[in-house]
């Protein structure tokens, strides 16, 4: 059976310690379940009751490409004008409850699993017409559109819809669920699912341009970020610059799995010098 950790909100008691795992360099962050607070949320424009969390935006000299918020909509709530930048794409994942989500007129319905592609531009209403509270990340990016290549096409599916592809050489120990084909250029980011098998490991630091944003949907592991093996669990969210060094290895209890972002398929954008 499939679970995923969503957050609460709520306030720690005035006895716990102050002490905690969260972490900000110049090559990574970390941010502990315990960081997302009811005193953190956020509210948004044109959002009927409806609180997010900021676990990444852009910020200059580190992660530039993306922002992912997650997002918790109550009973009610949503909205008819969820995106105001015409050139954001987004990925809606849904971890918690069901959504209606219409898509130029079709709707669908999101239960924990649900994945939602969005291209720029798509014209598209969120709502959530059931009696519990439903949760979801919102993974949004500008898209770098390029002459003679079309935009993607807005999709629906389900996590158990798309099979775990292994990591060569791995046994299964290590897999991906791809929700996009890594050689359809017309996408610049992908949002996948990376799980491991106790035991399981990136047995090599990663160290590559793509930025990243993890949140982890089940379990616990060791995982490294530059120089520094950190602990982190179901409701961690780690966020790494383009060229932070990172390997994991995942001893159990249970499987290890995150939500993993990255933006790919595109040239590096060139600085130019003055006149």
Known sequence: MTGYYVPRGGLPAQSDLTTDRATFTEAYAVLPRGTMRDIVTS????????????????????AETFSQYVVEVSPG????????????????FVVDGVLALTIED???????????????????????????????????????????????????????????????????????????????????MHVNIVSFQPGGVIPFPETHVMEHGLYVLEGKAMYLLNNDWVEVQEGDFMWLRAFCPQACYAGGPGRFRYLLYKDVNRHARLGRPFA
Not at 43 to 62: E, H, I, K, M, N
Not at 77 to 92: H, K, Q, W
Not at 110 to 119: I, K, R
Request: net charge negative; glycine share 10%; hydrophobic share 40%.
């Open 43 to 62: 509210a948004l424009p044109f959002w009927d009751d409806t609180r997010l969390w900021v676990l990444a935006r852009p910020l200059s000299g580190f």
């Open 77 to 92: 709530g949503g909205s008819d004008r969820p995106e105001p930048d015409p050139g954001a794409e987004g990925v809606l």
């Open 106 to 188: 079709a709707r669908h319905e999101l239960g924990p699993g649900g994945y939602a592609f969005l291209p720029p531009g798509c014209s598209w209403t969120l709502h959530n017409t059931s009696a519990t509270t439903a949760t979801f990340h919102w993974i949004r990016k500008a898209y770098e559109a390029v002459d003679g290549i079309e935009v993607p096409d807005a999709f629906v599916t389900d996590e158990v819809a798309v099979r775990p592809v292994e990591m060569p050489g791995t046994d299964g120990a290590w897999t991906t669920q791809r929700f996009v084909d890594p050689l359809d250029v017309r996408h610049d």
